[in-house]
């Protein structure tokens, strides 16, 4: 099979499209001919920083990056009985840890996947893993959402923002949305019920009273963020586990939680995905789909920092 391999961190020019043999599955295991693979920021970073690629693979040489997939059930281990051979399928395979996603076959965990509603394609379902799975983590299981939340959404253009924006209005919030003004449009159209121009104005000039808010920023973001924060209200924050000492005092002192999250694959996140993807609930955005061999290509549209919903590679 056609794989892509990096031997180690730095430029695009790493990224090495491979023959290599099959995966085997475990028991536990299916192996999905892939269609999709959705590009998040994580496979750039670990692509790049030696330091990232270490945290994530330890020392193992080559590392097919990669973790969100969709495609189709070719093979079955013995202990699967939720998948037969021809289901379509999408998940994040493997987060945190070693997905293997950048290749034509890929061996998930059953418990990883979901069958791909008939409604949304394979680049749909696999722009929905990992970011629709962090958005719904984020704000279902860590800040535990509810109807009439004041919810601000930082990059509510990007990947895991754009979802973000249509899971908080779908548990009731009432939600804000930040990104760039050439984007004002698209963030509104996701049902954000206001939208912030983040090189217009600073947030914390006119927000207050915020029950939640979901950062995908860090930096100043983050700090400015404690501001307009109700006290023992929630940040999430997602680029980075390290929270500055800054942000830790600031927080103390008015009584606001900021927690890192780091997303997980779990079997009832993709179930809950899979049934807002059939509900058309989520609707996910794809910015640009590129051929497997123009991999390089992908990763150069995530670096810019300022993609529209997600980017894609066709297998
Ligand atoms: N901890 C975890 O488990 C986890 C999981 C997923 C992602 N992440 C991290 O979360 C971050 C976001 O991921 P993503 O997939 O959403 O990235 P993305 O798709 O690359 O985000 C791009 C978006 O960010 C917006 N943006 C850039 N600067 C901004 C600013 N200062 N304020 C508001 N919006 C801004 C851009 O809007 P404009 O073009 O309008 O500027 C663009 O639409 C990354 O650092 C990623 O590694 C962490």
Do not use: C
Not at 249 to 270: G, H, L, P, R
């Amino acid at each position: 099979m056609k794989a892509i391999i990096l031997q180690k961190a730095g430029g695009v020019k790493n990224l090495e499209v491979v023959e290599m043999d099959k995966p085997t599955i475990k028991s536990d295991e299916v192996l999905v001919k892939v269609a999709t693979i959705g590009i998040n920021p994580v496979d750039v970073k670990a692509r790049a920083y030696e330091a990232v690629l270490g945290w994530i693979y330890e020392d193992k040489r080559p590392v097919v990056l990669g973790w969100d997939i969709a495609g189709e059930v070719v093979e079955v281990g013995e202990h699967v009985s939720r998948f037969k051979i021809g289901d379509q399928v999408f998940g994040m395979v493997r987060f945190f840890g070693n997905g293997q996603a950048y290749a034509e076959y890929v061996a998930s965990p059953a418990s990883h996947l979901a069958l791909k509603p008939v409604n949304v394609s394979h680049e749909q379902a696999a722009a929905s893993s990992m970011v629709a799975t962090t958005a719904y983590q984020a704000l279902v299981d860590v800040a535990q959402i509810k109807r009439g939340d004041r919810v601000v959404i930082h990059g509510a253009s990007g990947g895991v923002g754009h979802l973000a924006v249509q899971i908080a209005k779908h548990f009731g919030a009432y939600v804000i949305g930040i990104s760039s003004g050439k984007n004002r449009d698209f963030v509104l159209s996701l049902g954000a019920d206001e939208h912030v121009d983040y090189t217009a104005e600073n947030f914390k000039t006119t927000l207050k009273d915020i029950d939640i808010v979901l950062d995908t920023i860090q930096g100043a973001t983050l700090l400015d963020s404690v501001d307009v924060v109700r006290s023992k209200g929630m940040i999430v924050t997602l680029p980075s586990p390290e929270i500055p000492a800054e942000v830790k005092t600031k927080a103390d002192e008015k009584q606001v939680y900021v927690e890192f999250m780091m997303v997980a694959s779990k079997q009832e996140t993709i179930l809950a995905i899979a049934q807002l993807l059939e509900a058309e609930i989520l609707k996910p955005h794809i910015d640009k789909a590129f051929a497997f061999d123009e991999i390089g290509l992908a990763h150069r549209a995530l670096e810019t920092n300022h993609v529209v919903g997600k980017v894609v590679v066709n297998v």
